[in-house]
């Protein structure tokens, strides 16, 4: 089973350290980045990934102001 996961960090040295990371668990396919939260908002409904992983504070939106935003989560 493949678990479609999307990044949302605003840090790209970050983004590129958590895929890093994944790269050791093959079943999680990362689909999808975002830089904040308002491209993630864009992102999120067009992919339906069954993973986030979000930063807390992002400039503008953090990750719970995020979560708050999705109609499903």
Same mark, same amino acid.
């Given at each position: 089973? +493949? ?6 960090? =605003? ?8 895929? +890093? ?5 093959? /079943?999680?396919?990362?689909? #999808?980045?975002?830089?904040? #939260? ?7 409904? =067009?992919? *339906?990934? =069954? ?5 807390? /504070?992002?400039? #503008? ?7 708050? *935003?999705?109609?499903?989560?």
């Amino acid at each position: 089973m +493949t678990i479609k996961a999307v990044i949302v960090e =605003d840090s790209r040295l970050a983004r590129n350290e958590l895929r +890093t990371l994944l790269k050791s668990h093959p /079943q999680i396919k990362v689909i #999808g980045e975002a830089e904040n #939260g308002k491209e993630a908002l864009a992102l999120i409904p =067009d992919l *339906q990934p =069954d993973l986030l992983f979000l930063d807390i /504070q992002m400039p #503008g939106m953090g990750g719970f102001e995020l979560l708050e *935003q999705l109609e499903e989560v």
